[in-house]
């Protein structure tokens, strides 16, 4: 309008239309249109690929301004196949009745924890010493129960024994302190109200974690761990991955008040989980991410699913974050700053200069300003989001970083 009344008011009206309809032209917004949905489409194709979905698109945008990476360890970390490497009965106990009363009362339920014990009661108890136990219940972040021929059986670890006001026998003691400082988990055998003894399990840590969480403190991100192990347990394992905060005998329901606490902090906060006990944590966090091998309800409780059990793929998905926000950037100023120059010249302000652009010429300049636009979205296809890449390249990622995070690296 301003174009047309002013070379109307000059007394040209046949410029008048020329310059309006060039202007029209020219401030096509085909490239603006395309700056951001071009970038979305292909950088979500790019996380497929990669084996990451995506399923809420603002979680993947989250992702660039990451600040600590909470991980559950069971199953994450680790390999979540856990095996039983020691039992210590007292002197009248024996350790085979004691691995077969265990069994027994995890017979029936499905954790991998309990699964571990069954086997190994299979190889090392003889078919006539096993047990059978009725009236199973689980005591969620505590441990299992059930009646052995009449008589309440408990299997837990450190809370059970808490709250029941329980002491272990120095025998028993003695041994399970070994397991704790080397990182094993440790469950006690209560009968009728008594330590009958314990077991040591152990979960081996994945060498992915490890490259994970080096590579993530490469990229200026600290990494949090979670679980419901007793703390030496935990603090072990922390301590062997180089982790910078543990969260430890952390009950299945306060999981997500953990992730709420680092908030309050004003941390910006992705959990990696598989359980359903992680769910809650997972809708909680500012980026869910879900390991695609884990239960359905994390899953979907989760903004960003990874196909595989491979921790580095969180790599992945902070790369392709901060790559998609590049782009978007780059796209819109490449668009605006077009129509913020051609658009004053197919005006007609140089035309005093005899510098003019016709409506033709224009087309031209809007074609290439949309081709410009979708060429650069293409080139996130030429990404690498190989998290075995990504660890070893250990590239900083330095765009949110405090000056006291900064000093600190």
């Known amino acids: 309008v301003l174009t047309f009344l002013i070379w109307s008011l000059l007394g040209n009206f046949d410029e008048a239309v ?28 790019r996380a497929a690929q990669a084996g990451v979905l995506v399923k809420d698109r603002l979680a993947l945008e989250r ?79 505590r ?49 009728a109200g008594r330590v009958l003894g314990a077991v040591a399990l152990e979960d081996a840590v994945r060498d992915e974690s490890r490259q994970a969480i080096d ?21 072990a394992v922390a301590a062997d991955l180089g982790i910078d905060e543990v969260f430890a005998e952390v009950l299945p329901e306060n999981k997500d008040a953990e992730v709420a606490e680092l908030q309050q902090r004003g941390r910006t906060v992705a959990m990696v989980g598989d359980g359903v006990n992680d769910a809650p944590a997972l809708a909680r966090a500012d980026v869910g991410v879900a390991i695609g091998a884990g239960t359905d309800v994390a ?21 392709l974050s901060h790559a998609s926000y590049r782009k978007m950037w780059q796209n819109l100023v490449w668009a605006a700053g077009y129509n913020v120059v051609a658009v004053p010249l197919a005006a007609g302000v140089l ?21 410009v636009v979708a060429l650069n979205a293409q080139l996130l296809r030429r990404l690498n989001l190989d998290p075995v890449h990504l660890a070893r390249t250990g590239t900083p990622v330095s765009h949110h970083l405090s000056s006291e995070r900064v000093h600190r690296l």
């Open 18 to 45: 020329v310059r309006t309809v060039t202007v029209l032209v020219i401030a096509c917004p085909h490239a603006l249109g395309l700056a951001i949905p071009l970038v979305i489409a292909i950088s979500t194709t």
């Open 63 to 141: 992702m660039r301004t990451v600040d600590v990476v909470l991980f559950d360890k069971t199953g994450t970390l680790t390999e979540g196949r856990p095996r039983v490497t020691g039992v210590a009965a007292t002197a009248d106990t024996g350790d085979a009745y004691l691995l077969a009363l265990a069994a027994a009362v995890e017979a029936d339920s499905e954790h991998p924890v309990a699964r571990a014990i069954v086997a190994a009661a299979d190889d090392r108890v003889a078919a006539p010493d096993r047990l059978g136990a009725t009236d199973f219940r689980s005591l969620p972040g």
């Open 143 to 191: 441990g299992v129960r059930a009646l052995v021929d009449g008589t309440e059986v408990i299997v837990g670890g450190p809370a059970m024994l808490s709250d029941l006001r329980l002491s272990v026998p120095d025998d028993v003691a003695g041994v399970t302190r070994g397991w704790v400082r080397r990182g094993a988990a440790v469950l006690h055998v209560v009968l």
């Open 215 to 235: 590579a993530l403190h490469a990229r200026g991100i600290d990494v949090a761990m979670i679980t419901g192990d007793a703390r030496q347990v935990a603090e």
């Open 299 to 319: 899953i979907e409780s989760a903004g960003v699913v990874l196909a595989a059990d491979d921790p580095r793929a969180v790599l992945s998905i902070i790369e």
């Open 351 to 371: 035309a005093f200069a005899g510098i003019a652009i016709s409506p033709a010429v224009a087309a031209i300049l809007m074609s290439i300003s949309t081709i």
